[in-house]
């Protein structure tokens, strides 16, 4: 016989099932997981700021740091050894569902293992791997006016999240880049088809450039290089005029904004020289000045993260913010399968082959049979081979013979 707190709750249990909303019942929770600081500086949430007020700290927000200060990782406890040291940052924010059908296509063929169009392997180490669906991502963003964030989504091609957003004109889905920060409900718009014509009216007809900065430069906007204030953090930057982006789309870059055409311009110097009647007269630019004023007026100057300072077309696009997912590169897999499950096949050193394998195979121990570190097919490798001058690979240095070097002649001081 049943006790009553046994039967109460065998009760409720079955009342629950019958309920409309017993779904409620399939998300997982966590009771094995534990949210891990690495220090105690907190991490600035930022899923609370919306787009009806502007925030200049938002909009222009400080570049992240290089440090692991503030990086919130998820731990498992360790109940099997693939889990002991996992750790993956806490993105509760994602979508839980599937992606929009129409928006992707099925990764299928030889690309999946690494091979060009004639079937050879170029890339080594690729292959397997959990099946995919290739996300159609829109980089140029094209479309004008404002779009909605339905949901921030993960894509498994791409270490950043994707957003799926809704023209609020043509109630049309896409796919874009998320940049950091940014939360479903949030509304972006693109400027790259010109300025709007209600924001060309609050500013009286007459480009005034802090306001126009306050009204566009906020983060997931993307707009012209030109249009972009100079030490705006910017991310998904393209090469080509009327081409989408392809610099800075990785997890947690950026690139920053340091000078533009127009301020070179003002900033250069007046060459004079002085006439036979004594009146100062510009002295003539000649060609190659001319080219190069000319290209300074056109491109803008970016920097990198690698410190690379780069010369883009203003009329490139770029999305204003940090590409989303900054703590990625504090991932652990934790073990060798999740590696296979990202189409990652594992890498053998060369040191461990046979001798007709690699040419730091074979030997007694760990020795590489006193040869230069090599590539497997026999190229120099590593420091040496693309550090050294062209003049000091396989030349012989000839030194000239003196004859009495050193030494001091009878006579001579």
């Known amino acids: 016989m049943l006790q009553p ?8 249990r079955g009342l629950f099932l019958r309920l409309p909303f017993r779904s409620l019942s399939s998300v997982p929770s966590r009771p094995y997981s534990a949210s891990v600081r690495q220090t105690e500086a907190p991490v600035a949430e930022e899923s609370s700021s919306t787009t009806s007020t502007f925030d200049p700290s938002i909009a222009f927000a400080p570049p992240p740091t290089r440090d692991d200060s503030g990086v ?11 889990i002991r040291h ?7 924010h994602l979508w839980k569902g599937r992606p929009v059908q129409k928006l992707t296509f099925p990764k299928r063929g030889q690309s999946k ?102 009204r566009t430069a906020w983060r997931g906007n993307c707009l012209p290089l030109h249009m972009i204030p100079v030490g705006t953090l910017i ?57 190069k004023q000319e290209r300074i007026i056109q491109h803008v100057t970016i920097r990198l993260q690698s410190g690379e300072v780069r ?29 296979r499950w990202l189409n990652i096949r594992p890498t053998v050193r060369g040191l ?5 394998d690699h040419p730091h195979g074979g030997g007694r121990g760990k020795s590489k049979g006193n040869v230069d570190p090599k590539s497997p097919w ?24 003196v004859r009495n070097q050193g030494k001091r002649r009878r006579g001579y001081n």
């Not at 707190?5 to 409720?12: F, G, H, M, N, P």
């Not at 919130?72 to 693939?82: A, H, M, Q």
């Not at 989303?324 to 999740?338: C, E, F, H, V, W």
């Not at 461990?352 to 007709?356: S, Y």
């Open 311 to 339: 010369l883009i077309h203003k009329d490139c696009c770029a999305t204003v913010g940090v590409a989303s997912n900054p703590n990625y590169q504090y991932t652990q897999l934790g073990k060798a399968g999740r590696s």
């Open 72 to 82: 919130l990782l998820r731990s498992y406890k360790p109940r099997t050894p693939g």
């Open 5 to 12: 707190q046994r039967t109460a709750q065998v009760a409720l």
């Open 378 to 401: 026999g190229l120099p490798a590593k420091s040496g081979y693309k550090t050294r001058p062209k003049w000091k690979i396989n030349k012989a240095v000839v030194v000239p013979r």
């Open 113 to 214: 293992g690494g091979r060009n169009n004639s079937g050879r392997v170029t890339v080594r180490h690729r292959g397997g791997g959990h099946k995919r669906r290739i996300r159609i991502v829109d980089f140029e963003r094209a479309a004008p006016g404002p779009h909605l964030v339905e949901r921030i989504e993960h894509d498994p091609g791409r270490s950043a999240h994707i957003a799926l957003v809704r023209s609020q004109e043509t109630q049309r889905l896409t796919y874009i880049l998320a940049a950091d920060g940014m939360r479903a409900g949030d509304v972006v718009q693109s400027y790259m088809p010109g300025i709007p014509e209600d924001l060309w009216k609050s500013m009286g007809g007459v480009v005034d450039p802090g306001v126009l900065a306050a």
């Open 235 to 291: 991310f998904n930057v393209g090469l080509r005029p009327g081409k989408g982006g392809q610099l800075c789309r990785s997890a947690g870059t950026f690139a920053t904004v340091i000078a533009k055409g127009s301020n070179t311009q003002q900033s250069a110097p007046v060459e004079s020289q002085e006439g036979e009647d004594g009146s100062e007269a510009k002295k003539p630019m000649t060609q190659r000045e001319k080219q």
């Open 352 to 356: 461990a082959m046979n001798a007709m």
């Open 86 to 92: 996992l750790r993956r940052p806490i993105n509760d």
